[in-house]
């Protein structure tokens, strides 16, 4: 059985904002609308889009350094390397491989993985080197969630195309012996019916170009059943929110920071009435990020670090939702 806490620090932090900026304002233009329209639809003033040369592994090569900058560590000081994104630069090889280049570790023989849960796959990382540090495996691993949402995204839907941006983030994090920092804890459901509400069908074996290149071309956007996905998640949320207060075991008001998923501004809103969190312990960064996917989470969690709304010895609750249908969280105390 898993020994709760275990000992788990987060050292370093970085974020890396690519150059283009793209104001909701755009999206009213291009799509007719009224000025403000876009906006208030998605929660979103702006986000970013890469430009030519930002690659999904430049950005985490860039985000990374950064992180471990903040830590005061070099890049031979870490064991491990994780890719927590949901799209891939390109199906293979992995994109932690990649980062790992970018990086110029190509031939350090580092340890470099991905790990994929969506827009959870962060919390997915967490929960997996936690264990791997209790087991004495890895000692220090660097958690990197870099995402191009702009690739996929079909800009004639105006919904979609105006709630995501692209960027990266990483972590740096250890298992500090003596301290308080620790995992406190982890639960992650996934509810596979639900997986067809979220999903993009091109880019593995389902759909080939060689076959079918029409059907290949038309999977390759982004698609979203939002109301859906809302109800599914509205159902399952509150007792899944319990499983993880009762395993931490903890009440909402010991929940110092709250760091969400940034899925859009209505589903920050209603995760705040649904779980009965209160908003000013709540951490938003969509209005000026968009929805990052996997790099929404260590986003926030950078942003909450570096505004000092967490310091060392308070909790800090990860959670969200993700497709799948996955539901995950993380109790850590900073």
Known sequence: MLQIPIQFAVI???????????????FDVRFGRRAGWT?????????????EGETSSYMGAQASQRA?????????????IISASAVME????CLASQIQHALGLG????????????????????????????????????IVSSEIASAGLNMND???????????????????????AALLASHIETYGAGGVLCQLRSGGTRMSPHRNLEAFLAGSYFEMNGKAIYRVVAERFPAFFERLLSKAGMQPDDITCVIPHQASGRALDHAVELLGLRADRVVRVLHDHGNQIAASLPVALHT???????????????????????????????
């Open 12 to 26: 370093g932090t970085g974020e890396y904002k690519p150059s283009r900026l793209v104001s909701s304002e755009e």
């Open 107 to 142: 031939d350090s023989g580092i340890p470099a993985f991905d790990v994929n849960a969506t827009c959870l796959s962060f919390i997915a990382a967490i929960d997996l080197i936690a264990c791997a540090f209790m087991a004495g495996r890895y000692r220090r691993a660097l």
């Open 90 to 93: 390109q199906p293979i090889p």
């Open 158 to 180: 105006v919904t979609t195309a105006s709630l995501f941006g692209d960027g990266a983030a990483a972590v740096v994090v250890e298992a500090r012996r003596g301290g308080t």
């Open 304 to 334: 909450a670090i570096v505004s000092r709304r967490i310091a060392p010895g308070d909790t800090a609750l990860l959670l969200g939702s993700g497709a799948g249908l996955s539901l995950g969280g993380v109790m850590l105390r900073y």
């Open 68 to 80: 471990l900058d903040a830590a005061g560590i070099s890049l031979q000081q870490i064991d491990c």
């Open 39 to 51: 906006e208030r639809q998605v929660g979103v003033t702006s986000r970013r889009f890469v430009d």
